[in-house]
């Protein structure tokens, strides 16, 4: 079962390191895991995907209560929330499958953000299923290299916020 | 006023009164700056120790046991005693000396990243980056340490920031930490469903963690199970929270637990497990205690309830707030048949033992020995057979009973016992140990003797690992390795050598007499009881 922890913690040195060791020490799987700062500064927010039983998951959520420099762990499925993930992809072209690359970058809603005479940088945002079918489309043509944020996630609107 | 100096200004508004450590060069500001203070310090002989001497007055007086060692080796030394502190939930408070703030990440001469290895044997950890926040972070370090599920906090500390100055000393009066406010109270709804279900069960039985002991939850605890005839089963931690002779007491759960215990556990059809962790010593097969019955789980983390078992009632708090609040419900309970049934299993499942008259025999004299001891002594069991038999055949009347339950950690007896004597040295203190956990730590005799803390030690001495040579004997077919003790000193020797009083008994003719003797006068004495090499739990 997959599952979403956004995990609001304290801004400091080594806050990261607690929390992804606490996973390491139980065992529990990370699949995804992002960082960043919030709106207030002495706040980060942990974005990390997980998966596991029943029994797992509720355990994560409250081993990461535990830790002192938690302030706070929302978690959701991928039903309830919405998210995203940012792809950086250098790609080798030639004259003949530059109109292929192009095509498929316009289908899948991706934007060539830089090029040299022979490589190309792509840009994509979108769902972490469909930067995976991005990727795949590309395995024929020749990927150089390729960076991942990881997923983004937040808890859908709800009449109730 | 400098760090150092603040630090102790710290220790004083705690009311800490003694600090086990050992110094190195990272630590002397602190060191030099507790010669003024009334905080009496105890050169410990190694600081693994130093740990344990901290949990062992922890334990007895309730308050955070604290230790202060060097940076590097100092530091690292430090970290089983920590481990075994985390594992028990006991409240401590280490203090690391650090190398100097501007060359931390350099490998310097004694550095070591202690806060980082530390990371999974602590409830939280500091490393003090500026002298101002001492205040503060002290306060919150003893808070977090004796508040909630108890456990140890580190305080690392640099050189530099021991000896920079600080702006103004003010000790904050209260702790306001956003990320950390425990749940004492227990819910009452879950109190009233608790209710409901024991005025439905036909065989209660509770299940007592050493949690009680660490809310200081005993009365309260015993006034329920009296109130309403429940009886009671304890895990290796909570022997003790019940006198062993209580009527209502069936003994310790588990796999080295008494018989009668497990089948009255395995028949009930409500169990409560109060401040205990389910873990594979005491609940071998989790799975067996939720079949066919209502288990209900009373622990003060939340991470606890569910992490092993799965409970049909969750309640979380404080074990004292929550049997006083239990003890103010109406329940009405009735099952005589089922204590009936339990006595009866106490008698004919009663283990037998037949011991060979030539040796000690372990289970025999150290019953005898807690019906000699101060009815309020304290009684610190190491780890290895000694363990087990403690377990087993100590009787608790109103003293205590400490051991290293859930790391297992040989060798803390002696220290834990120099702890205990110093929270309260009206008490009479015993470690009982066995000539491998003897050897761990018996480097701490110089300790008792320079400090003058009368501990009392019995090594019960078969010139073995028992408890590996046990399971050697039934895993491996008595293919013993590594468990022969050969070389070991001779104590009666180097009880002369530490200028300590010795007595040794050889079998049970003279145990009379000879225990007479080894507890008469509130001094130290090692007493050697040669007991049966093949001899098992």
Same mark, same amino acid.
């Given at each position: 079962m997959k599952r979403i922890y956004s995990v609001l913690v304290e801004n400091r040195s080594g806050v990261l390191c607690k929390v992804a060791g606490l996973f390491s020490r139980r065992s529990f799987n990370i699949d995804s895991l992002a960082v960043g700062e919030t709106d207030d500064s002495e706040v980060s927010c942990m974005t990390i995907v997980s998966s596991g039983d029943k029994r797992t998951i509720e355990q994560i959520e409250k081993q990461l209560n535990k830790k002192l420099d938690?302030?706070?762990?929302?978690?959701?499925?991928?039903?309830?929330?919405?998210?995203?993930? =940012?792809? =950086?992809?250098? +790609?080798?072209?030639?004259? &003949?499958?530059? $109109?292929?690359?192009?095509?498929?970058?316009?289908?899948?809603?991706?934007?060539?953000?830089?090029?040299?005479k022979s490589m190309m940088l792509i840009q994509m945002c979108d769902i972490p299923e469909r930067i995976q079918l991005f990727i795949g489309m590309f395995k024929s043509i020749s990927i150089v290299e390729v960076a991942r944020t990881g997923t983004l996630a937040l808890q859908k609107c709800m009449e109730t916020d | 006023m400098i760090g150092a100096e603040a630090i102790v200004k710290c220790l004083e508004e705690e009311g800490v009164e003694y600090v086990f450590g050992y110094p190195g060069v990272a630590i002397c500001p602190f060191y030099n700056s507790i010669l003024e203070s009334p905080v009496h310090t105890i050169l410990i002989r190694t600081e693994q120790n130093a740990a344990h001497a901290a949990s062992g007055l922890a334990r007895v007086s309730g308050k955070v046991g604290v230790c202060a060692v060097t940076s590097g080796p100092g530091a690292t030394n430090v970290i089983t005693g920590i481990a075994t502190a985390f594992a028990d939930s006991i409240p401590m408070v280490c203090i690391t000396g650090q190398v100097n703030s501007? =060359?931390?990440?350099? #490998?310097?001469?004694?550095?070591?990243?202690?806060?980082g290895a530390v990371e999974s044997f602590v409830k939280y950890s500091y490393l003090v980056k500026d002298a101002n926040e001492i205040p503060r972070i002290f306060k919150e370090a003893f808070h977090i340490a004796n508040t909630g599920? $108890?456990?140890?906090? =580190?305080?690392?500390?640099?050189?530099?920031?021991?000896?920079?100055?600080?702006?103004?000393? +003010?000790?904050?009066?209260?702790?306001?930490?956003?990320?950390y406010k425990p749940t004492v109270k227990?819910?009452?709804?879950?109190?009233?469903? +608790?209710?409901?279900?024991?005025a439905k069960a036909k065989r209660p039985i509770i299940c007592t963690g050493g949690g009680v002991l660490l809310s200081h939850a005993e009365n309260e605890f015993r006034a329920f199970c009296e109130k309403h005839d429940i009886p009671v089963v304890s895990t290796m931690m909570g022997i003790g929270v019940m006198p062993t002779r209580h009527p209502l007491y069936f003994g310790m759960v588990g796999n080295n637990g008494k018989p009668c215990a497990n089948r009255a556990m395995n028949e009930s059809d409500l169990l409560i497990m109060v401040g205990a962790r389910v873990a594979d010593r005491a609940v071998n097969q989790p799975d067996l205690i939720t079949n066919n019955k209502v288990l209900i789980h009373i622990d003060v983390d939340p991470a606890e309830i569910g992490k092993n078992v799965g409970p049909t009632i969750p309640l979380v708090g404080d074990a004292r707030h929550i049997f006083e609040d239990l003890l103010e419900q109406e329940i009405t309970c009735e099952h005589k048949e089922w204590l009936e049934t339990l006595k009866d299993y106490r008698e004919s499942m009663a283990?037998?033992?037949?011991?060979?008259?030539?040796?000690?025999?372990?289970?025999?004299?150290i019953t005898m020995l807690s019906d000699k001891m101060q009815e309020d002594g304290i009684y610190v069991a190491d780890v290895g057979q000694n363990q087990i038999w403690s377990c087993g055949y100590h009787v608790v009347r109103k003293g205590r009973f400490l051991t290293s339950g859930g790391m297992g950690t040989m060798g803390y007896s002696i220290p834990a016992a120099m702890g205990a004597k110093l929270a309260d040295r009206s008490k009479q203190v015993i470690a009982v140990c066995g000539d491998g956990s003897f050897q761990m730590s018996m480097m701490e005799l110089a300790t008792m003797r320079q400090h003058d803390i009368p501990v009392k030690i019995i090594v019960l001495k078969n010139n073995y690992l028992g408890m590996v040579r046990q399971f050697q004997h039934f895993t491996y077919h008595d293919n013993y390795s590594v468990v022969d003790l050969s070389g070991s000193p001779d104590l009666e020797k180097l009880s002369s050598a530490y200028d300590?009083?010795?007595?040794?008994?050889? &079998?049970?003719?003279?145990?009379?007499?000879?225990? #007479?003797e080894f507890l008469a006068k509130d001094e130290s004495v090692l007493l050697e009881c040669i007991i049966d090499p093949m001899d098992l739990v």
């Open positions: 938690v302030i706070k762990v929302k978690t959701f499925d991928e039903a309830s929330s919405i998210s995203r993930e =940012l792809l =950086l992809m250098k +790609v080798k072209y030639n004259r &003949n499958n530059r $109109r292929d690359i192009m095509e498929i970058c316009e289908i899948m809603n991706a934007e060539i953000v830089d090029m040299s | 501007e =060359l931390i990440g350099s #490998d310097v001469f004694q550095e070591a990243d202690i806060t599920r $108890r456990g140890p906090v =580190l305080i690392d500390v640099p050189i530099d920031v021991q000896n920079a100055e600080l702006k103004k000393f +003010v000790y904050p009066e209260s702790v306001s930490m956003r990320t227990g819910n009452m709804v879950q109190i009233k469903k +608790v209710a409901a279900e024991l283990p037998k033992r037949t011991p060979d008259p030539a040796y000690v025999d372990p289970a025999g004299f300590m009083k010795f007595l040794r008994l050889e &079998n049970m003719d003279k145990a009379n007499e000879i225990i #007479d």
